[in-house]
């Protein structure tokens, strides 16, 4: 049984029976004439606004307020701001990360150079401390706030960080149990063991469940024997090939001739000279389209054997005997729970490319404002004399500031997963079997790493093209931000496949929450119920409100969601389609549905962190980039919202030029809003990106 509850969309509207949705549904359905000021307060610009007309007749109307940098800095930076103000200071004055023309150096001396830097920021004190740091949701909080300030510098030399600490200890600190971790804390803290992490196969990328390599248990001698059968089953993109001494590899558990599924092994790689260990092949890919200071290889083995406590034992066990035990009692859960472990290394990913997009527009925005072209007629013969910045035309303002908005958008999200995530660790430690099924936390994060990386790409070609011939220059770091960036859509998960699990939890709820047919009703009022609202509030002017621009993302959510639905089902059901080939004709819609749904979601946590922002002048910007977030995201599908109703064409209309009128407001600003960032001038190291 579902509970259901009386409600009414629009005051005085007749009540109608709806299904008991989660607190974050229930928001489309209560009634919000004043819904605006419940979500954020009055606005402050009106209320001002209003005050100022009775006290200031006939006088001059006061400057706006500029953006207080240090205030909404410390109020972006979170909880953690005095330490990224430590690691800002670190990578400003440490020679080593004075970044120059990387990329023109030989292989040999780029990955050497990467390699200084990593081992130097794994050894601050800062980072030693969190990796000694006992409670595991500060652990990680610390790391993925640690992650975005680094995410400035060399990106060879991030990625090479982040092999070592998110995925290969990442992995023995989700998939190890508290015993192993503690066995093997000292020599991690101290960088006994530089690691990597192989899963990827030759023959196997995202079906990570068909990888062929083996760790087979010898009962005799308590051993696993990690093998390479085939040539599809050598490891490859492996970071940290050539210097990393120990490995946690992803082989088939064959206990007594039973295949139980891919299992995570602590293999190590490297004796204390840093030379290879017998039955280890390590073969380097060479140059790469970019992150050429990391030392990708190939890898296999030959009948290696290592102890049987190196299998990593948190959600599986096998006894001296050889017998097999696991926590949970299906290999799909235990094959879900080993993904949901590593998921903390896709929000560093979240985190770098949120870096990267800062930088990226701290070069765009700073050069927009030193180069002057064209300007308006005078009588003044000097051409100079009239030109202005080209931040003032219209389009280098549509191009740039949207994506820095999606930046502060995506600022706060990260934020939010990092809160829940947390949450899921203390569940782990309560009930690691209930944690293990949390199958949501892995679709969010999975859906917000595919929506910024991808929009990390679009921005910084943007930012390229916005500084014209000087952005393709090598010193000006765009180029090479490009070449380097551009791996991040397709790892640490393919980003079309990402969306697709998106999705495929989106419709598992779904069934969940509709199984009864009584729901065929309430089905239809919850995309026309939503559908209805957001026409009335572009009715009656109120495009600009975050009433409307809420239910418009809610209403496209929805009814996409629905729309999918009864499209696979007409195909499985009706059609006796095969559900795999139904799916494949159905992928466009299931992208579609998950990006929205991800945007809606950076919409409710940028909403959240203009409600608890400082009040004055920095709420009043950030409700500003709020309302340009949301929409751009319309703006960019006019053409389906025209289709379903919501907006006509002076609708469409209207939202481009709300736009156009919010970017012109927020761009006397974009100075101070990219400097709250605190990007280290050695970080951005362009010369046309000089600060004035």
Request: net charge positive.
């Amino acid at each position: 049984t579902t509970t259901v509850r009386l409600m009414s969309v629009n005051e005085g509207e007749p009540y109608v029976l709806v299904p008991e949705f989660p607190a974050e549904l229930d928001y489309y359905f209560r009634p919000s004439s004043d819904l605006e000021t419940q979500l954020l307060g009055v606005g402050e610009e009106e209320e001002e606004e209003k005050k100022s007309k009775g006290k200031s007749k006939g006088k001059r109307s006061k400057k706006k307020k500029r953006v207080d940098v240090a205030e909404l800095r410390r109020y972006v930076d979170g909880e953690h701001w005095r330490d990224k103000d430590v690691l800002r200071e670190f990578l400003a004055t440490d020679p080593l990360f004075r970044l120059g023309n990387e990329s023109t150096l030989p292989l040999g001396e780029q990955r050497l150079l990467t390699k200084k830097r990593a081992i130097a920021i794994v050894r601050h004190p800062m980072i030693v401390e969190q990796i000694r740091q006992p409670d595991m949701v500060n652990k990680l909080e610390m790391g993925f706030a640690y992650s975005e300030v680094l995410g400035f510098t060399d990106l060879s030399c991030l990625i090479k960080c982040g092999v070592h600490s998110y995925l290969f200890m990442g992995s023995l600190m989700g998939l190890g149990t508290d015993e192993q971790m503690e066995r093997w804390l000292d020599d991690l803290a101290e960088l006994r063991m530089f690691g990597m992490f192989m899963m990827t196969e030759l023959g196997h990328g995202s079906n990570v469940r068909a990888i062929e390599t083996t760790a087979t248990y010898d009962a005799q001698t308590e051993e696993f024997i990690v093998h390479s059968p085939t040539k599809n089953s050598m490891k490859v993109y492996i970071g940290n090939a050539l210097h990393g001494n120990h490995g946690v590899v992803f082989a088939r558990l064959i206990v007594d001739g039973s295949d139980y599924g891919p299992q995570a092994f602590l293999v190590r790689m490297r004796d204390a000279n840093d030379k290879l260990l017998p039955g280890i092949t390590v073969r380097d890919l060479g140059p790469k389209m970019g992150l050429n200071g990391i030392d990708n290889g190939c890898i296999s083995f030959d009948s290696v054997r290592i102890p049987r406590g190196n299998m990593l034992q948190r959600l599986a066990t096998v006894s001296k005997d050889g017998k097999f035990s696991s926590i949970l009692d299906t290999p799909t859960k235990r094959f879900n729970a080993t993904l949901l472990a590593l998921l903390p290394t896709r929000v560093s990913v979240i985190c770098s490319a949120i870096a990267v997009m800062k930088v990226a527009l701290t070069v765009a925005t700073r050069y927009s404002m030193n180069r002057v072209q064209f300007g308006p007629s005078t009588n003044d013969a000097d051409t100079a004399a009239r030109e202005m910045p080209i931040m003032n035309f219209q389009t280098h303002q549509k191009r740039l500031l949207p994506a820095l908005a999606m930046v502060y958008a995506l600022d706060f999200t990260r934020k939010q997963v990092g809160r829940m995530w947390g949450e899921h660790v203390r569940l782990v430690q309560a009930d690691p079997v209930k944690a293990f099924q949390d199958r949501e936390s892995e679709a969010l994060i999975s859906g917000l790493k595919a929506l910024a990386t991808w929009e990390m790409i679009r921005t910084v070609q943007n930012c390229r093209e916005c500084c014209g011939g000087a952005g393709f220059m090598m010193e000006n770091r765009l180029a090479s931000l490009r070449m380097d960036c551009d791996i991040f859509v397709t790892f640490e998960g393919d980003n079309t496949v990402l969306y697709q699990q998106v999705a495929k939890d989106l419709l598992a709820q779904y069934a969940e929450q509709f199984a009864s047919s009584k729901f065929t009703g309430a089905l239809s009022f919850l995309t026309g119920g939503v559908l209805q609202r957001a026409r009335n509030l572009f009715l009656t002017g109120n495009v600009y409100s975050f009433d409307f621009l809420r239910y418009a993302l809610a209403f496209k959510e929805t009814r996409l969601l629905h729309t999918l639905a009864a499209r696979l089902l007409w195909r499985v059901k009706k059609n006796e389609q095969d559900s795999f080939l139904a799916w494949n004709e159905c992928l466009d819609h299931l992208i579609t549905l998950a990006k929205t749904h991800v945007e809606r979601i950076v919409l409710d946590s940028f909403l959240r962190g203009v409600r608890e922002a400082p009040k004055g002048a920095s709420q009043i910007i950030l409700r500003k980039l709020c309302r340009l977030y949301a929409l751009s995201r319309i703006d960019e599908d006019r053409v389906w919202y025209l289709e379903q109703g919501v907006i006509n064409a002076n609708g469409s209309t209207t939202v481009r030029n709300l736009m156009i009128k919010l970017s012109s407001e927020i761009a006397p600003h974009c100075l101070d809003l990219v400097d709250v960032w605190g990007v280290p001038q050695s970080c951005v190291k362009a010369p046309i990106a000089a600060k004035l």
